[in-house]
């Protein structure tokens, strides 16, 4: 499945950190995942939730997208993916929720995508849906992940077993996930993972 030309010029002015290809598999994998609901967690301005998005309105699905919008400890000032233009100017943080919403608008997705704006650690507090595809994008842990159904879909981002490469929270998540018995690779492009939920505790 491939973005409709009209998307892909959205998603080409979109700030982000997930390149093509991996998208691609990203794609594949939401495509052939459950109708249902399904949730992102780490949004920024919205690249891959586009991509997610446009495969969720195909496939009757809905998609929420968390995040809390000030960015991950390599966004903050002094770090290497800090970007000026999206601190908001009032309160000198990191805001990419106006960036997100104007690719929701762009991308006619409004209706299909529903954002959250919180930290995981408190939605996962209240949070009881029922998942059938999820995409951990960034340095978080599977605070969520119990609520993917059996034959629900877990991709993960980030993936580096070498941690001179990058951070480790999202491989520890695959790992811990495989040495369970509750998950089977699927897929791998680059640093994306894809497993499939084939039982639960
Ligand atoms: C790598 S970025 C996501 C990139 C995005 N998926 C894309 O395609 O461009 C990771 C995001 O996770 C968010 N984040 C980090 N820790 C979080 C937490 N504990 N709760 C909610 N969001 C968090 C950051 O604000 C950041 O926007």
């Known amino acids: ?22 998208a691609i598999a990203l794609m594949a994998a939401a495509a052939s995942a459950e109708t249902g609901v399904w949730l992102e967690i780490g949004t ?22 968390i995040d809390h919008h000030q ?8 770090w290497e993916w800090h970007d000026t233009e999206l601190v908001n ?7 990419t929720l106006p960036a997100l919403r104007r690719t929701l608008w762009l991308s006619g997705l409004e209706t299909v995508v529903t954002p959250v704006v919180a930290d995981t650690r408190s939605v996962a507090t209240w949070f009881q849906t029922p998942l059938t595809f ?23 981002h980030d993936i580096f077993e070498d941690p001179a490469k990058g951070g480790q929270p999202p491989w520890h998540v695959v790992q811990r996930a495989l040495a369970s018995g509750e998950f089977v690779q699927t897929a791998q492009c680059d640093s994306l993972r894809v497993l499939k939920r084939v039982a639960r505790s």
């Open 44 to 65: 920024y301005c919205g690249k891959s939730t586009v991509y997610l998005g446009y495969v969720a309105s195909q496939h009757d699905s809905h998609l929420i997208t």
């Open 1 to 22: 499945m491939l973005l409709p030309q009209r998307l892909l010029e959205v998603v080409a002015g979109v700030k982000g950190f997930l390149p093509e290809n991996e």
């Open 71 to 78: 960015g991950s400890e390599e966004n903050q000032p002094g």
């Open 89 to 95: 100017c009032e309160t000198g943080r990191l805001d």
């Open 134 to 156: 999820l995409f951990l994008d960034g340095n978080h842990t599977e605070d969520v992940a119990p609520h993917l159904v059996i034959g629900g879909t877990l991709a993960v």
